[in-house]
Nanobody
Framework: VQLQASGGGLVQTGDSLRLSCTAS????????VGWFRQAAGKEREFVAA????????YYADSVKGRFTISRDNAKNTVYLQMNSLKPEDTAVYYC??????????????????WGKGTQVTVSS
């Protein structure tokens, strides 16, 4: 499966932004999809993930209550709605996909397929 993240940009503290991850090449509903981010000089970190059907979602503590992941399998797209953005949310955001049936904590370290990232910059 090929993944393409989009929707990044430069925003101010407190603003909102919606990222999209569009997939092609395989049946999208067969994949768990996640968002990860990597800030300059830091390691990549897990942000959120969503089950194949979209019925279950998982979040890092740092974004819980501010970010919402969702998916539209008919459009082969997963979204990350980011509200109340903070400067520490500044990073390159990547979407990833995994063929596993169920989400496991190990997926927070990485998934099977990755797309190119999109830059999100939050100014103070």
């Amino acid at each position: 499966v090929q993944l393409q993240a989009s929707g990044g940009g430069l925003v101010q503290t407190g603003d909102s932004l919606r990222l999209s991850c569009t997939a092609s090449g395989r049946t999208f509903s067969n994949y768990i999809v996640g968002w990860f981010r990597q800030a300059a000089g830091k390691e990549r970190e897990f942000v959120a993930a969503i089950s194949r059907s979209g019925s279950s979602t998982y979040y890092a503590d740092s974004v819980k209550g501010r970010f919402t992941i969702s998916r539209d399998n008919a459009k082969n797209t997963v979204y990350l709605q980011m509200n109340s953005l903070k400067p520490e949310d500044t990073a390159v955001y990547y979407c990833a996909a995994d063929r596993s049936l169920y989400f496991t904590s190990g997926m927070k370290n990485g998934m099977d397929y990755w797309g190119k990232g999109t830059q999100v910059t939050v100014s103070s």
